[in-house]
Nanobody
Framework: VQLQASGGGLVRAGGSLRLACTAS????????VGWYRQASGMQRELVAR???????DYANSVKGRFTISSGNTENIWYLQMDALEPDDTAVYYC???????????????WGKGTLVTVSS
């Protein structure tokens, strides 16, 4: 299974970006999907996650501004980022907890990061 993130870029404060993550491979089931971010010199932090029919979880710093959602197919999910702030500048990583035949208890897969830069 491979994850591919896209949608990063440079935006002015107050602007919006939408990140997308696509999972590809064969014979897998996705349980939880989400996004982490890592700013320069900082630890990676959870931004948002979505699991089944549960309400999504968000970091306090992005509540009301970011929205995580899944696409029409089960193997794509998005992070809509509105009212972006300079402090949102980071490399954003998508992840998914996935069950495969080789990993029936599930394991976490990561996409390569996509850089989001918010200018003031």
């Amino acid at each position: 299974v491979q994850l591919q993130a896209s949608g990063g870029g440079l935006v002015r404060a107050g602007g919006s970006l939408r990140l997308a993550c696509t999972a590809s491979g064969s014979s897998f089931i996705i349980n939880t999907v989400g996004w982490y971010r890592q700013a320069s010199g900082m630890q990676r932090e959870l931004v948002a996650r979505l699991s089944g029919d549960s309400d999504p979880d968000y970091a306090n710093s992005v509540k009301g501004r970011f929205t995580i959602s899944s696409g029409n197919t089960e193997n794509i999910w998005y992070l809509q980022m509105d009212a972006l702030e300079p402090d949102d500048t980071a490399v954003y990583y998508c992840y998914a907890d996935i069950i495969t035949l080789r990993s029936p208890l599930g394991m976490t897969y990561w996409g390569k990061g996509t850089l989001v830069t918010v200018s003031s």
